[in-house]
């Protein structure tokens, strides 16, 4: 008869597996907590990304549309940029017929307004078009025009003389940023530039 012989094993102790246990949820804390910080980081920076490319989109678009302000191949009494206080409206005789329409949709009469409520600017093509959001997030939205002498126009009567407007634009995160304590947590980017249409000599 043959005898087995069983070998005792070492194992584990409890105090060992609680002390193994221990540091491995140790490091698991120090990796989650380091992942966490870096997706902050990350959300953030994303943010701050998305907010820069907001502004120079729109600021590049309504900087486009004010360069055909005054056009005109066929004459016309209108004035390219009518003076307001509100709106900054682009006006061009696309089709050349000499006039602007005074209703309906047209691409010959752009506006461009601030939503306060909304934090946003719109755009509108002519007074019929309908109201589209064109950026968010934007705190101001401000505009002023430059008239043929060098002075800045004040009122409607100035409207023919206008040759040149200053924009400024800034925008904002969507979500406060974490670890910024200006402006409530939102970060903040101001973008200007000053156009003079071709159309509109100084």
Known sequence: ?????????????????????????????????????????????????????????????????????????????????????????????????????????TLEDIRYSYD?????????EGPGGSVEPMANNITAFIFTYVKADGSLATSAADTLVIRQINITITARTAKPVPNYAANNGYRTYTLAATVTPPNLRL
């Open 116 to 124: 306060s409520a909304n934090i946003r600017i719109t755009r509108q």
């Open 1 to 105: 008869m043959r005898i087995l012989k069983v070998e005792k094993t070492q194992g584990f102790t409890l105090f060992e597996l609680l002390v193994a246990i221990g540091l491995g949820m140790s490091v698991l804390a120090v990796v989650t907590t380091t992942f966490i910080a870096q997706a902050k980081v990350y959300n953030a920076q994303e943010q701050i990304k998305e907010m820069e490319q907001n502004a120079r989109g729109v600021l590049d678009m309504i900087t486009r549309e004010l360069k055909m302000a005054g056009y005109k191949p066929n004459g016309g009494s209108f004035s390219g940029l009518p003076f307001s206080a509100t709106e900054l409206r682009i006006q061009a005789d696309v089709d050349g017929n000499g006039s602007i329409p005074s209703s309906g949709v």
